[in-house]
């Protein structure tokens, strides 16, 4: 992880690169950089020829050897920066990205005593779309690990308050309004479910990638070797690096998979940003205390503040997110004709999704880790909020068959503050027989919560 006190970091453009530099995890540096970028065209590069070399037809011609296999694979294990700044000086000269990956090859084939009669064989049938989409499809999938994982712990601390909190009643707002009685661990059982059904769903997606030369037909493919049936072959290779082939596409693979990956990983955010928003409001309305930590500052005039900035850390890193994947999944959904260049830009900023969605996923373990109930401010708003039992009160009165049921209850009680007093007068006025009038009377607002524990308990 990044330090922040160096001269890179202080004057980094991007926050991600400079002021969260350090809560970055390391390995979407790894992935999401152009060192990762180009790392990963290695291995699809790599991967092809030692692929194609075992086809029937290309293994005549050009035959591998283990000892040829390890060597090559060893130039995509030791790969480093430094040889990726190998590559950036190719690419400097010749001004393609993909191709100079191909030079960069070519140039370690040289030095091996056989392979160097084997070179040809690199991107061999290969558009360098086909790298790119291999490539992206590969980095998607690595992000998604990361991911998953924060987003797994992030579901266990939610488990945990849910169930320490399985009978904490509280007062619900609907509308902002006092209404009826819930508890704080079925209300984050509505996230954790929510959360969980996504991640499921994110698991369940199929990553596609296209090996189909320049348009999509396998043009050269055929017309070299027909003999082999490449849309097979090809469909092989995919599967053998954990993808799906996509068999209709242009020269690019057409991003569908992806734009809905993104969509996914948007609905994810608008989950947690509501949650984030919630445990925000929750704080507002002194419900929930934060632990403070003593060297912190909470504000630069008002020593006594203790701001819940770890929420709105990740609601401004979520609304980042969302941005971007609805910007960039609609991009991706087009391109003119068999071509054009523009996804090309667009994809490079996948990796800002994943190191902001990070960056908030990591921002709500923290604050949530930070927090206790207010009982006795829950307790006090709860005990005093009588009026919350005019709907218990109108439902047995409807069920009874009163006539106008409702409009009584709320000519007695809309807008007002009312006192156990007050409703026992209530009860006591209306039409319901005495059993149930008892009933009604010895109802408290926090005896008034349903299901909420039984459902805040329930394994999903």
Not at 147 to 155: D, T
Not at 323 to 350: A, E, M, P, Y
Request: with cysteine.
């Amino acid at each position: 992880m990044a330090n922040l006190n160096n001269e890179f970091t202080i004057k980094a453009i991007s926050p991600i690169d400079g002021r969260y530099a350090s809560k970055i995890h390391s390995e979407l540096n790894n992935i999401n950089s152009e060192y990762g970028l180009i790392k990963k065209r290695l291995f699809v590069e790599i991967e092809w020829f030692i692929f194609l070399s075992s086809l029937s037809s290309i293994k005549k011609k050009f035959p591998l050897s283990k000892i040829e296999k390890d060597y090559i694979r060893k130039i995509y294990k030791n790969f480093n920066t430094k040889e990726a700044l190998k590559v950036k000086n190719i690419e400097s000269k010749i001004k393609h990205d993909v191709k100079s990956i191909e030079y960069y090859l070519n140039r370690k084939f040289n030095t091996h005593r056989s392979l160097k009669n084997k070179k040809e064989l690199i991107h061999f049938c290969a558009t360098s779309e086909d790298i790119n989409n291999i490539s992206y499809a590969l980095i998607y999938k690595d992000n998604l690990e990361i991911i998953k994982s924060e987003l797994s712990k992030l579901l266990k601390k939610l488990f945990s308050l849910e169930k320490k909190y399985a009978n904490t009643q509280m007062l619900s707002r609907t509308h902002g309004q006092k209404a009826s009685p819930t508890t704080f661990g079925k209300e984050i059982k509505v996230f954790s479910s929510r959360l969980k059904k996504q991640l499921i769903s994110a698991k369940s997606r199929k990553i596609f990638a296209k090996m189909n030369g320049a348009v999509g037909n396998y043009n050269a493919h055929c017309f070299v070797l027909p003999e082999i049936k490449w849309e097979n072959e090809t469909k092989r290779f995919l599967k053998n690096i954990g993808l799906y082939q996509n068999e209709y596409t242009t020269q690019i693979e057409n991003h569908d998979w992806l734009a809905e990956s993104l969509n996914e990983i948007s609905i994810i955010s608008g989950i947690l940003l509501d949650l984030s928003k919630d445990i925000w409001i929750y704080i507002m309305l002194d419900y929930i205390k934060q632990k403070s930590n003593s060297s912190e500052v909470g504000s630069s005039t008002m020593p006594h503040k203790v701001n819940p900035i770890d929420f709105e850390n990740a609601e401004g890193n979520l609304e980042i997110v969302i941005g971007l994947c609805q910007t960039i999944s609609k991009k991706l959904l087009s391109s003119r004709l068999q071509r054009d260049l523009s996804d090309s830009t667009v994809l490079r900023n996948i990796g800002l999704i994943f190191a902001h969605f990070y960056l908030s996923i990591n921002s709500l373990q923290t604050g949530l880790s930070k927090i206790e109930l207010n009982k006795s401010k829950i307790d006090l708003e709860l005990d005093s909020s009588w009026e919350i039992l005019a709907e218990p009160i109108q439902t047995i009165m409807r069920y009874h068959n009163i006539p106008n049921s409702y409009e009584i209850i709320k000519k007695s009680t809309r807008g007002k503050i009312i006192d156990k007093c007050e409703i026992d007068k209530i009860i006591s006025k209306s039409k319901l027989d005495k059993r149930v009038k008892d009933k009604l009377i010895k109802l408290k607002p926090r005896d008034y919560i349903g299901l909420a524990k039984k459902l805040a308990l329930k394994k999903i």
